[in-house]
């Protein structure tokens, strides 16, 4: 059921909820907990209202004009110089995983399990955000795209500190 009338209204309480939400995930000093804890948020107050808010379209051309500019801010002369050094992992790095992406997408679509943009949405590496952006503007179905990377940021934010302890153990220089 979509609650009808303004869609603004719709917009201020998954803000209002979203920003209860991350302010309570950036509370638990994990990366990610912020956008973790709005996601959350808004997914359990929708659970709990058992309603379709609705949101007007252009809310959406917003929020990635918003993420475009806060990416692009981000960006530092200094990375020029960081990229040169760093550039031969970061492409193979990126050929792998985007090979990894493909290769699955090929195994589900192949399985009949999704359709081909959904399945390479919800497959590729990227930013969560970017990839459901993407798939809201072709014809893959946004749920299962945001269900894919949103399963994997929760993941790899909950195994990340045990991953940097092994990863320490086994790069620590023995005492001399």
Wanted: glycine share 10%.
């Amino acid at each position: 059921m979509t609650i009808e009338g303004n869609g603004f209204v719709g917009v201020a309480i998954y803000l209002l909820v979203g920003t209860v939400g991350g302010l309570l995930g950036s509370r638990l000093k994990v990366a990610g907990g912020t956008l973790l804890g709005a996601m959350l948020a808004v997914i359990f107050f929708k659970a709990l209202v058992n309603r379709e808010i609705a949101i007007p379209t252009g809310f959406t051309f917003i929020m990635q004009v918003m993420i475009g500019i806060m990416v692009g801010a981000s960006y530092t002369q200094g990375m020029n110089k960081l990229f040169a050094k760093v550039a031969i992992p970061v492409i193979i790095s990126t050929l792998v995983l985007v090979t990894a992406g493909v290769l699955v997408c090929f195994v589900l679509v192949k399985t009949g399990l999704l359709d081909a943009s959904t399945s390479y949405l919800s497959t590729s590496p990227g930013a969560m955000t970017a990839m459901v952006a993407l798939a809201a503007e072709s014809n893959a179905h946004s749920p299962v795209v945001l269900a894919f990377h949103f399963f994997r940021v929760a993941f790899i934010i909950l195994t990340a500190p045990l991953v940097f302890r092994v990863i320490q153990v086994w790069f620590a220089k023995p005492p001399a």
